[in-house]
């Protein structure tokens, strides 16, 4: 099986564990019917890395298809997305490697540290698991 690495994967590869749960709460203002509920359509605003957190207890494994539109940056729109990853860990290891900007091929492998979480909770949300030969499975 194919494996990518990556600087900083060891101290995001267990990032998404760390995190709390978090309620999600209907916002009556900014609902279109009366009837607000948690099971429905939903619309998430706020940090999604939270936000897949907040959503596992309710819809962990139930979940068919996922899709979704990170930014890329690839340098070439005139900005660097900010990559940033709340562990105090990662927060160290970003700092210590700064500047990053357009000719710094770290960028890339922020930019997996700030995906590697977030892709973890993916993965648990459409209930794939891992098995015995490593390789994901549904």
């Known amino acids: ?38 099971h429905g359509n939903l619309i998430i605003h706020g940090d999604n890395l939270l936000a897949l957190k907040a959503l596992l207890p309710t819809y962990a494994g139930k979940v068919k298809c ?6 890329y940056n690839t340098g070439n729109e005139g900005w660097i997305y900010n990559d940033n990853v709340n562990s105090p860990m990662m ?18 492998d922020k930019w997996l540290c700030m995906m590697m979480p977030r892709l973890k909770l993916l993965r ?15």
Do not use: C
Request: hydrophobic letters at 30%.
């Open 91 to 108: 927060q160290d290891w970003l700092k210590a490697n700064a500047p990053i900007d357009k000719e710094d091929l770290a960028r890339h």
């Open 1 to 38: 099986m194919a494996t990518i690495h990556f600087k900083g994967k060891s101290y995001v590869q267990n990032h998404h564990l760390t995190l709390k749960y978090h309620h999600l709460v209907p916002n009556s203002a900014s609902s279109l019917t009366d009837k607000i509920s948690l």
């Open 124 to 138: 648990e949300l459409l209930g794939t698991s891992k098995n015995t030969e490593g390789t994901v499975s549904q």
């Open 66 to 71: 996922i899709y979704i539109d990170p930014p």
